[in-house]
Each structure stands twice: as structure tokens, then as C-alpha cells.
């Protein structure tokens, strides 16, 4: 089992995930944060991290949810780690909670 970045993360990317994590797993694009999941330990200390609820156990991913995983760990190949907080966008709360916002992507 791994833990997947979904979609709620998408323009929001809180990073006070990252903190926390003890594997340095987190994988930070231009607008979004992904978990590798072959570096990830399944510790759970992430999860209770993010404002947006974002992250999920891939036992309790959402089924409309279910392409994040694979996208998780696509992404994670190319995209630096990021193991520091930094402060989210400044629009970040605006697009909290918004649907349909896999399209808004940037890779």
C-alpha cells in the first residue's frame, strides 16, 4: 500500500505534507505534488497534514480518484523531491474543494 496526492491538490499544493514525511517522498511539479510510492513507507503521517485533504491511502482512494495513482507515480519520475515547506499559492484556498480540476494540470 502507498499514499496518492489527489486531485483536490491541484492549484492548492500545500506543502505542510512534506514536512512530515520521513522518506523525502514527495515529488513537487508546477502546480501539484505527487508521492512516489516505491519510496513511500506507508507511515500515515501526511495524511493528517493537508488542508485540502488531498491525500489518501490507495486502500481508500476515492474510485473517481482512481488515475492518481498511476498518475502519482509517473510524475514522481520526473519531478524533483521536495522536502521543505513552502508557502502554498496565494490563491491556493480559492481552488480548494473546486471540481474537475485534473485538466488544470501542469506538468
Known amino acids: 500500500m502507498t499514499?496518492?496526492?489527489g486531485e483536490n491538490c491541484i492549484k492548492c499544493k500545500h506543502t505542510t505534507c512534506v514536512e512530515v514525511c520521513p522518506v523525502d517522498c514527495f515529488h513537487e511539479g508546477p502546480n501539484f505534488l505527487v508521492i512516489n510510492p516505491e519510496e513511500c513507507i506507508d507511515c500515515t503521517l501526511c495524511e493528517p497534514e493537508c488542508p485540502a485533504e488531498a491525500i489518501y491511502s490507495e486502500d481508500d482512494l476515492p474510485e473517481d480518484q482512481s488515475q492518481f495513482l498511476e498518475l502519482n507515480e509517473d510524475l514522481a519520475q520526473g519531478w524533483p523531491?521536495?522536502?521543505e515547506m513552502k508557502d502554498a499559492p496565494a490563491d491556493a484556498e480559492?481552488?480548494?474543494g473546486k471540481p474537475n480540476k485534473l485538466v488544470l494540470l501542469e506538468r
Open 81 to 83: 523531491v521536495i522536502s
Open 3 to 5: 499514499f496518492v496526492v
Open 94 to 96: 480559492e481552488w480548494d
